[in-house]
């Protein structure tokens, strides 16, 4: 069976056109008749008004992309504070929230399958004002289509992915996750387009402490960001990597999201590993070996620290877990509590309404030095920060509430990556124990 077959196949099960899956394909992405190439990567004006409208267009998005820790803090005062998740600027309600970390063997995950269309999706009227001219009189259809022809980053392609389709922690310390099949850029058709709009809205208002409801008519549109039919909730798996001393102190990393490589979270600080929660091929059946959070953080580590190349659905060849040496290592160390992983719920970012699965994982060090060694210092996705304000350590930013408090007040973090270190700070005693 080959890549072409099983990409259809996928296309399928999601009910969409094959050729809106994949970019990589040749002459994936349809191009209007009366159009030429696009020249680098962009399409060619017709006229001024396109020119302008894509100017403006691009303007917001840079906007967007290096205010993103700014905006939505603000974007944060339009829900309820309970419903921050330890303070910062990532929204969760009970039901989506355990009490103390849960341990990530503890969390099952149910397959739902095909779940039913979403009631929002990214080409409803009230998304018109993100979407630029392509064409004299006619706006892109889709979100996604304006980033790929007009501001690519160097990584941007569609691909099948994980859609959350229930939430439910027990009162025993344990959870339940169900999902079902969705792609990337369902995500991202919503959840960028609501970023983009806030930020032309705060612009616009020339307004750095609030925005009205009144500008934002597809925020709206997801009135109770929570529920799970309104639109494709595909979440992401965000990680602190803990690395517990002999002393029984802790250091962690931190990663700096280059917005000239990633779609999402550009220019901001975020943990790592952090990557969205996808198979890891578009061979065999998306309910099988990948559908699991650990295996998942596991390629991550793979990537984001030893500089791998991902694991990102785009293979033609499924993942032999159990014949890949990384793994079974950290299987290993998982077996003897040389490494344990914690789930802390689920949240989304107040900004754009992206899913993420805040976790933690503390790891032994010498079983660092042993499987990660020297980190890379640079990735496909940005930079690896191992130290902060001339600290001297080799090991990675101490975790001190010196620290933490730095990063969550003064630095532009990543919703998500600030509520993990916020929530391993206040369950310290429970991650870094015995």
Request: glycine content about 8%; overall charge negative; proline content about 9%.
């Amino acid at each position: 069976m080959t890549d072409l077959v099983n990409l259809v196949h996928y296309a399928r099960v999601l009910g969409m056109p094959p050729e809106q899956l994949w970019f990589s394909l040749p002459g994936a992405v349809p191009r209007p008749r009366s159009e030429e190439p696009p020249a680098n990567g962009e399409l060619r004006p017709d006229s001024p008004d396109v020119q302008n409208s894509q100017d403006a267009w691009r303007a917001t998005r840079r906007y967007l992309n290096t205010h993103r820790a700014q905006l939505a803090a603000v974007a944060s005062q339009l829900y309820p504070a309970d419903a921050r998740l330890a303070g910062a600027s990532l929204l969760t309600t009970t039901r989506w929230c355990p009490p103390e970390p849960v341990l990530l063997d503890r969390v099952r995950l149910t397959w739902t399958g095909s779940p039913k269309l979403p009631l929002v999706d990214g080409s409803e009227p009230e998304a018109r004002q993100t979407l630029p001219l392509r064409a004299p009189g006619r706006h892109f259809d889709r979100y996604t289509q304006a980033v790929r022809y007009i501001d690519a980053p160097s990584l941007f392609e569609n691909r099948p992915s994980y859609r959350l389709t229930g939430v439910d922690w027990s009162a025993d310390g344990r959870g339940e996750l169900s999902f079902g099949l969705a792609t990337y850029f369902d995500k991202l058709d919503v959840s960028e387009a609501i970023g983009h709009e806030f930020a032309a809205a705060a612009a616009a208002e020339r307004n750095t402490r609030g925005v009205s409801w009144g500008s934002l008519p597809l925020r709206r549109l997801i009135n109770d960001p929570f529920d799970l039919e309104l639109r494709a909730v595909v979440p992401a798996i965000t990680t602190l990597l803990l690395r517990l001393r002999p002393s029984g102190e802790a250091t962690f990393l931190l990663h700096w999201r280059d917005p000239g490589k990633v779609a999402t979270a550009g220019g901001l600080y975020d943990t790592i590993p952090a990557g969205e929660f996808q198979p890891s091929t578009v061979m065999g059946d998306p309910a099988g070996p990948d559908f699991d959070l650990w295996r998942n953080i596991a390629r991550e580590l793979n990537e984001e620290l030893l500089g791998a190349p991902e694991y990102d659905g785009s293979s033609s060849r499924p993942l032999d877990y159990e014949r890949w040496p990384l793994y079974r290592a950290l299987q290993r160390a998982r077996a003897t509590g040389r490494l344990r992983a914690y789930c802390f719920g689920v949240g989304c970012d107040a900004l754009t309404l992206a899913a993420t699965i805040p976790s933690a994982v503390v790891i032994a060090d010498d079983v660092f030095d042993e499987l990660f060694g020297e980190v890379v210092q640079t990735n496909a996705e940005g930079v690896t920060v191992t130290r902060w304000n001339g600290q001297d350590t080799t090991a990675g930013i101490p975790f001190t509430e010196q620290n933490i408090s730095q990063f969550l007040a003064s630095e532009p973090m990543a919703p998500p990556g600030a509520a993990c270190l916020a929530l391993a700070w206040k369950h310290r005693d429970l991650l870094l124990g015995s």
